[in-house]
């Protein structure tokens, strides 16, 4: 209960920060139509059977600066084949993003990024590659990773069983791409934190050893996705339309969580009475 309530006021400490620039990132290539300029940087730096971040971000030409609500896909390949994704088509607000992948092999990977929905104009799909070698020195330096992200989402995770599960990103890109940006979300997530991993463990450990319990936090989880995935896709462009959405959010969990169960509840009850 104490997570659910936890994420419910996530959306209330979202207030993106968008100081990002070409320099931050180890490459940086246009759009297949020079639509935009996509940046990559891979933290840590990969090799085989670890898990690194993809860091992402699209920036206006002639600007420098980060390009906001972006719908994305990203797939990672190796010799033909696709290791990784490609994930569904996913929004991002502030037009970064931080998406960990596996890499089991070293050598040389293509980062596939496809692009489209920019400023909710549709616009032709655009696809740019990008080519990293695993297990080798990049010719530049990783952007510093922060290291006040937190952990992984324990629950979620063991939940719907994996890390790379696309319910699973979704949380994680509200925490690292949102909540971790602003100073509030970052002093949030700390106290946050202290809360979620004293009894989270316990819940991941149930969850691996019972799958009816299992099915029964995936399900519980489902609406709270699905109420981040409306969120995700409005246009939020002041503080004040985000404070709106937010509280929009939550009223909706409410009634979800607690107003729908008593309402069904008390009229169980009366009827049984009768």
């Known amino acids: 209960m104490k997570y659910l309530l936890g994420l419910m006021i996530l959306p209330l400490l979202l207030s993106p920060a968008f100081a990002e620039t070409p320099e931050d990132y180890e490459q940086v290539l246009p759009s297949e139509q020079g639509t935009l300029d996509i940046g990559l940087s891979v933290v840590p730096e990969a090799e085989a059977n670890s898990i690194s971040k993809l860091h992402i971000g699209w920036i ?50 293509q980062i ?63 925490r690292d791409n ?47 996705l699905t109420s981040f995935t409306i969120l995700a896709h409005v246009p939020i462009d002041t503080e004040h339309e985000m404070l709106g959405y937010g509280i929009g959010v939550i009223l909706l969990n409410v009634g979800i969580y607690f107003v729908a169960p008593a309402v069904l509840f008390t009229a169980i009850k009366k009827k049984l009475r009768k």
């Open 178 to 224: 949102i909540v971790m940006q602003t100073s509030y979300g970052k002093s949030f997530m700390t106290g946050f934190n202290q809360i979620y991993y004293s009894f989270s463990p316990t819940v991941a450990d149930y969850e691996r050893e019972s799958p009816v319990f299992k099915e029964i936090v995936k399900v519980s989880l489902t609406p709270m």
């Open 60 to 109: 206006k030409p002639g600007f420098n600066k980060i390009q906001e609500h972006i719908d994305y896909r990203i797939t990672v390949i190796k010799d033909g084949e696709n290791i990784f994704g490609p994930i569904p088509l996913t929004h991002t607000s502030i037009g970064t993003v931080k998406i960990p992948v596996e890499f089991l092999e070293n050598g040389e990977h």
């Open 112 to 174: 596939k990024v496809e692009m489209e929905g920019i400023l909710f104009q549709p616009i032709p799909l655009e696809t740019t590659y990008f080519t990293i070698n695993v297990g080798e020195k990049q010719s530049t330096q990783p952007i510093q990773e922060n290291n006040n992200e937190g952990g992984g989402c324990l629950i979620a995770t063991a939940a719907f069983g994996s890390e790379m599960s696309p319910q699973v990103q979704q949380l994680r890109e509200i």
